[in-house]
């Protein structure tokens, strides 16, 4: 968190005002702190309405996430500390919904590996084919 922004990337900051935080009680074991004290973070991020997406970066989390990405952190027993782990988990989705997959190659096997490759499949044949019973013509 840089200031009032999110930084999500190199390229991209996400101000803090477009994030929505609630806060509410922590479920599990902790006693009277933990059913009184608003300790559960869940950051919203409005994909639609966000004025910092392009439209191809908003295209691609639409996608991927829909039109509101949620995270929720209840790790710790400090809403504020949960507020920071719900932030960075914001980004690290927000960073891996916004990269772009590397395009396939596609490679060609050798003719060395394909006659290797075929050399092992004639021995291992011959392995098989002496661990079963003779004919009655041999």
Do not use: C, W
Not at 50 to 77: C, I, K, M, N, W
């Amino acid at each position: 968190m840089n200031g009032e922004r999110l930084r999500i990337n190199g390229h991209l900051a996400i101000p803090l005002d477009e994030i929505e935080l609630s806060f509410s009680t922590s479920g599990g074991p902790g006693g009277q702190h933990a059913n009184r004290a608003a300790t559960k973070v869940e950051a919203r991020f409005d994909i639609e309405r966000s004025t910092v997406l392009g439209p191809r970066q908003r295209q691609r989390l639409l996608d991927r996430y829909g039109p509101v990405l949620r995270v929720s952190a209840a790790d710790e027993r400090s809403q504020m500390r949960n507020r920071e782990i719900a932030l960075e988990r914001l980004a690290v989705r927000l960073r891996e919904g916004l990269a772009v997959p590397k395009a396939r190659v596609p490679t060609r096997q050798s003719r060395a590996a394909k006659q290797r490759r075929l050399e092992q499949k004639r021995q291992r044949s011959g392995v098989k084919r002496l661990r079963s019973r003779p004919s009655a013509e041999d």
